[in-house]
């Protein structure tokens, strides 16, 4: 499976992103894709995730009531939308997928095999 995130930007606080992952090769239902980002001198850290073939969703504390994960199977895309950004939510954002991963490890980076490029949201006044 390769993927490709895109969508970053450079937004004002308050204002909302959709980012996209985007997956070719392999059978992408049978997926977890997760969606993690890493800011300046920190360490990666998971935002999101969903799996594909039942629409169950997992977030940080963090978003949870911000951003919404989403799953387009047929078109092999999947989305993170981001409302009320926060100066704290800049960062790269990645996506990630992983056939294997079991729940209680959808939020450790490890649990994934594949990683789409980054991209960067920007979130300042």
């Known amino acids: 499976v390769q993927l490709q995130a895109s969508g970053g930007g450079l937004v004002q606080p308050g204002d909302s992103l959709r980012l996209s992952c985007a997956a070719s090769?392999?059978?992408?239902?049978?997926?977890?894709v997760g969606w993690f980002r890493q800011a300046p001198g920190k360490g990666r850290e998971f935002v999101a995730a969903?799996?594909?073939?039942?629409?169950?969703?997992y977030y940080a504390d963090s978003v949870k009531g911000r951003f919404t994960t989403s799953r387009d199977n047929a078109k092999k895309y999947v989305y993170l939308q981001m409302n009320s950004l926060k100066p704290e939510d800049a960062a790269v954002y990645y996506c990630?997928?992983?056939?294997?991963?079991?729940?209680?490890?959808?939020?450790?980076?490890?649990?994934?095999?594949?990683w789409g490029q980054g991209t960067l949201v920007t979130v300042s006044s």
């Open positions: 969903i799996r594909l073939s039942s629409s169950n969703t």
């Open positions: 090769g392999g059978t992408f239902s049978n997926y977890v």
């Open positions: 990630a997928a992983s056939r294997t991963i079991i729940l209680s490890n959808i939020a450790n980076e490890y649990g994934y095999n594949y």
